[in-house]
């Protein structure tokens, strides 16, 4: 069943090319406009504590780089695991792990930065990467038809970096988690055990990149003619269809919207309405 209002909008779109195959040119009126920013900074000077560890020294990176444990892809086999010193236990029977480790096979594997053999808060370390970006656009575009009118607004981001945080409902890490049989995957391993994994730990694992296009919105109006105005005592009326958030065209991340705070959703949205000018 469609409603009134989605066969008006269907009516409109519809009959809209049929006009606009007839049209002379001339009554055609197209426009298109842009405008790009790209905006870099970096710490000069800071008072940083003495004897901080070069790795954390925020002065000579940008204010809004991550700060983080650095990953080194997964430990995938044991071999990894021993490559960097760890020993697997059984403590818990069937679930062997690094004692007193938050990681095991599966694990995200953390950058040792001081070589002391530990992963502690020492090997924290401040990233290049920027948790904002910094490459914004926009390009409006539209044409006009005597009384159609159409518009959109394409917009972007580039340069920057957002924490996926999406792990909590997120399918892929689960489809495409390491185990034993699918030591290649992409996420680390799922455990019962809730830091065990690095699922949680502050690391640039779950650092991806925020760079999208998106059709932020559109705007389908018509104006209705003058002489059906009249007898209601009219000066102008029009009935429009706007979406927002309508489409993302191209994003490093499909899984969730990088626009969002924290990788978050946002909402898509289309409103129908009419305006009258008395
Ligand atoms: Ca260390």
Redesign the pocket.
């Known amino acids: 069943m469609v409603s009134p209002s989605a066969r008006l909008i269907l009516s409109i779109l519809y009959l809209s090319p049929i006009i606009l195959s007839r049209a002379s040119w001339r009554d055609i009126s197209f426009f298109i406009n842009g405008n790009i920013s790209n905006a870099k900074n970096k710490v000069r000077f800071l008072d940083e504590p003495a004897g901080i560890e070069a790795w954390q020294k925020y002065e000579g990176r940008s204010i809004d780089s991550y700060f983080g444990f650095e990953s080194n892809d997964l430990y995938r086999t044991v071999e990894d695991l021993a490559a960097d010193g760890w020993e697997l236990t059984e403590n818990v029977p069937g679930f062997p792990v690094v004692f007193d480790q938050w990681f095991n096979q599966g694990s995200i594997r953390l950058v ?9 808060a ?2 924290i370390s401040r990233s290049d990467k920027n948790l904002l970006p910094t490459t914004q656009y926009g390009i409006n575009l539209g044409f006009s038809y005597k009384n159609f009118e159409v518009s959109a607004l394409i917009q972007g981001q580039a340069g920057g970096y957002y924490r996926d945080a999406s792990f909590v409902y997120n399918h892929a890490i689960f489809d495409d988690a390491w185990s034993s049989e699918n030591t290649d995957a992409a996420y680390p391993i799922p455990t019962p055990f809730y830091a065990i994994g690095g699922h949680t730990y502050n690391s640039d694992f779950w650092l991806k990149k925020s760079d999208y296009t998106r059709l932020k919105n559109v705007n389908l109006t018509y104006r209705i003619p003058a002489g059906l105005l009249e007898k209601w005592n009219l000066d102008r009326a029009s009935v429009f269809v706007r979406g927002n958030n309508v489409a993302i065209l191209k994003s490093s991340n499909s899984n969730v919207d990088p626009d969002g705070v924290g990788g978050s959703f946002l909402l898509k949205s289309w409103q129908f309405g009419i305006n009258f000018n008395f």
């Open positions: 040792d930065q001081n070589g002391d053999g530990n992963i502690t020492d090997d």
